[in-house]
């Protein structure tokens, strides 16, 4: 099920938010348990075998907890934290990397399973939390129903972001939802489907017609890598849009996970600003511990981002696009620093749009030779400079590409806050007619899922 469905837009949310508001806000841990059995029933609308793992990796973790908390400063806790990380790790090795590391010595994997939604995510929720309970830094939880509802609530349960219980602990138990919170969440909702419906789902069609051609021209490779940069960050963006409005009617409040990203002026400041959430886990949870900045730092970097390709996907162009961004964060570390602080904006965010827009390429290809063809293409050997085809969809969405980009800056939600400001009535106002307008968008147009459901 996903949030720019239907099915969870007439039925599930109204369903789940009538449910939990009958519930008194004295009674957290009843609406817990009605927030967790809808969490199950939104997973399992999509692959109901794998609550069972989902179930099963929450649990082990919860009681580990508890024995990590009981052993703390003894050999016995750093013994259960490996059996934690060893028990997390090999799920998610099993199911998504068996067959990528098996291809690699060319044997053909028996036993393929398929992919469990959202595996990635809550994995490393279940990770942090042992974790942090090792360093001393949280208190294990010893109610279960909570700890599942920390890593099963249906927000952020597929696709994140990627939610740390040091950060939600306080409000797993004790929380406040006020009018202003539910308004504000949801305007932030109502934002990222029309984005989700309006902007990410038309840049889709026309990314996948170019970038799927056969032989496509260097002008159809632009556009097409062009849209598709548009597309995911609509794309994933919009998600963490509505993941952070729903939580925050039901009185959460997760943290960022975008901070207009296509704005920046180094591929440093990018990777700050894009999918914060996990780029904050592997900065913590593995950058530093292996010695950050301190020692080793090429070698940290490059493993680190090498981890991160991986996450993305179990193939060879995943670990390609992370060691590309490995390399260009140790050319401006050591080589570039300087110069991008004196260049002028427009040369430093033009510069960064380019390495992002090639690594997008190297992101959508899975196919290597595939891949190679396709970055021939993009650089300009081999085919031709342009096709009809090309020529025909960018005159018809000449006009929608400026859209795209002021839509990936400020600009609008400055706009939007002083119109707030003048006229607060102008809010429900605004959200109503976006919600309207994505109802109609919505009933004409094919179901296109999340881009991040696949990791």
């Keep these: 099920m996903a949030f720019s469905s239907m099915t969870f837009l007439v039925l599930f949310l109204p369903a789940f938010l009538i449910a939990y508001f009958a519930v008194p806000a004295r009674h957290m841990n009843v609406r817990n348990l009605v927030l967790l059995i809808f969490s199950f029933f939104f997973y399992a609308a999509g692959e109901p075998v794998w609550v069972v793992l989902l179930v099963f990796s929450s649990c082990a973790d919860c009681l580990i907890g508890l024995y990590i908390e009981h052993s703390q400063g003894k050999w016995q806790a750093k013994a259960f934290l490996v059996l934690s990380l060893c028990s997390s790790l090999g799920i998610l090795f099993i199911f998504k990397y068996t067959e990528f590391f098996l291809g690699l010595f060319g044997i053909t994997a028996e036993f393929a399973p398929s992919l469990p939604l959202g595996i990635s995510f809550y994995t490393f929720q279940t990770m942090s939390y042992t974790i942090d309970l090792y360093r001393g830094k949280i208190k294990a939880q010893r109610n279960p129903v909570t700890f599942l509802t920390f890593v099963a609530?249906?927000?952020?349960?597929?696709?994140?972001?990627?939610?740390?219980?040091?950060?939600?602990?306080?409000?797993?138990?004790?929380?406040?939802?006020?009018?202003?919170?539910?308004?504000?969440?949801?305007?932030?909702?109502?934002?990222?489907?029309?984005?989700?419906?309006?902007?990410?789902?038309?840049?889709?069609?026309?990314?996948?017609?170019?970038?799927?051609?056969?032989?496509?021209?260097?002008?159809?490779?632009?556009?097409?890598?062009?849209?598709?940069?548009?597309?995911?960050?609509?794309?994933?963006?919009?998600?963490?849009?509505?993941?952070?409005?729903?939580?925050?009617?039901?009185?959460?409040?997760?943290?960022?996970?975008?901070?207009?990203?296509?704005?920046?002026?180094?591929?440093?400041?990018?990777?700050?600003?894009?999918?914060?959430?996990?780029?904050?886990?592997?900065?913590?949870?593995?950058?530093?511990?292996?010695?950050?900045?301190?020692?080793?730092?090429?070698?940290?970097?490059?493993?680190?981002?090498?981890?991160?390709?991986?996450?993305?996907g179990a193939s060879l162009n995943f670990v390609i696009w992370g060691l590309y961004f490995g390399v260009t964060l140790l050319v401006e570390k050591y080589l570039l620093r300087g110069v991008l602080s004196r260049l002028p904006a427009i040369f430093s965010r033009a510069y960064c749009l380019i390495i992002v827009l090639y690594g997008w390429v190297l992101f959508y290809f899975t196919d290597l030779p595939r891949l190679g063809v396709a970055s021939a293409r993009f650089f300009g050997f081999g085919g031709t400079f342009a096709d009809m085809r090309a020529v025909e969809l960018l005159l018809a969405n000449v006009w929608i590409l400026p859209i795209f980009a002021i839509f990936c800056t400020r600009a609008p939600m400055r706009i939007f806050d002083s119109l707030k400001k003048l006229a607060p009535a102008c809010e429900p106002v605004f959200s109503f007619s976006l919600l309207l307008v994505s109802f109609i968008l919505l009933i004409g147009q094919t179901f296109t899922p999340f881009i991040y459901f696949r990791f």
Excluded: C
């Design 153 to 312: 609530m249906f927000p952020q349960l597929v696709a994140g972001p990627i939610v740390l219980y040091a950060d939600v602990e306080k409000m797993l138990t004790h929380r406040k939802t006020d009018i202003t919170m539910i308004s504000d969440g949801i305007t932030r909702f109502v934002m990222g489907l029309g984005k989700k419906i309006i902007f990410a789902n038309h840049a889709s069609v026309i990314s996948a017609e170019l970038l799927n051609a056969p032989y496509a021209s260097t002008l159809g490779m632009w556009l097409g890598s062009v849209m598709f940069m548009f597309q995911i960050y609509f794309d994933f963006s919009s998600y963490s849009d509505m993941a952070i409005g729903l939580a925050k009617i039901i009185g959460f409040r997760f943290n960022e996970n975008f901070d207009y990203p296509y704005t920046s002026k180094s591929i440093t400041e990018f990777w700050r600003r894009w999918h914060i959430s996990l780029g904050t886990f592997f900065r913590d949870y593995l950058y530093i511990p292996l010695g950050g900045n301190r020692k080793r730092a090429v070698f940290n970097i490059m493993l680190v981002w090498a981890a991160t390709g991986l996450w993305h």
